[in-house]
């Protein structure tokens, strides 16, 4: 059953400290990507990685982090940092980068709040 | 980031009615995608373009890309109250691999 995963569905966590956010997909995409999505608001893009070992930032990715040791995996952490983590975060996958291969499947999200 | 055009940006149908929605952006765009976000859970991608003046539909749901390269339309016929959500389209402008482009979404609710 193929997919992505993350997990927890929700988190909770006190003010200064780090937080990681799993996201795992068993579809052999080569692309990987993390949102943050705020009420009301639309996706906006944290950081992406085109391949195994390479990430990219995305528009806010300050106080954020990535890392892409394994093609299935690109674990987020929300680190202290981060002025206003408190969000709803969606990872997604895509085969590739460019044309039929650049469309984004995204798993169910993580309520990450605050306190 | 740039953020495309979408509208309207919340609409109230009555069961059994057609609904339109477009984006627009003053980019030329390569692939326009279209998405459902249900409340709390992930967008579900429900129809992906990649030509100029392509149509494709997906049961009650038709999407244009259009002509110009610099919008699209979705369409659903025959509205039913599973169809409330918030609806978002995507594309790609050209020359920017890897990233999308989203729109900032339209929530439609369906009364009986």
């Known amino acids: 059953d193929g997919g992505i995963t993350q997990s927890p569905k929700y988190l909770f966590r006190k003010e200064g400290q780090n937080v990681t956010l799993s996201c795992e997909q068993n579809?052999?995409?080569?692309?990987m990507y993390w949102y943050r999505q705020d009420p009301g608001q639309g996706l906006r893009l944290i950081y992406y990685?085109?391949?195994?070992?390479?990430?990219q930032k995305g528009d806010i990715a300050e106080g954020y982090s990535v890392s892409r040791e394994k093609k299935e995996s690109f674990p987020l952490t929300v680190t202290s940092a981060q002025k206003n983590p408190t969000a709803f975060y969606l990872c997604?996958?895509?085969?590739?980068?460019?044309?039929?291969?650049?469309?984004?499947?995204f798993g169910p999200g993580t309520r990450l709040t605050v306190l | 980031g740039q953020q495309l055009n979408q509208s309207p940006q919340s609409m109230f149908i009555q069961e059994g009615e057609d609904v339109s929605m477009n984006c627009t952006s003053s980019?030329?765009?390569?692939?326009w995608l279209w998405y459902k976000q249900d409340p709390g859970e992930g967008p579900v991608l429900l129809i992906a373009?990649?030509?100029?003046?392509e149509l494709t539909s997906n049961g009650r749901l038709t999407a244009q890309f259009g002509i110009t390269r610099k919008d699209s339309f979705l369409n659903i016929s025959a509205s039913i109250p599973s169809d409330v959500g918030i609806y978002f389209c995507?594309?790609?402008?050209?020359?920017?691999?890897?990233?999308?482009?989203f729109g900032t979404g339209t929530r439609l609710q369906v009364t009986l």
């Open positions: 997604a996958s895509s085969p590739g980068t460019s044309g039929a291969r650049s469309a984004q499947f």
């Open positions: 579809l052999n995409h080569d692309a």
């Open positions: 990685s085109q391949i195994v070992n390479d990430f």
């Open positions: 980019s030329i765009f390569n692939t």
């Open positions: 373009l990649y030509k100029a003046g």
């Open positions: 995507a594309g790609q402008p050209t020359g920017t691999a890897s990233k999308l482009t």
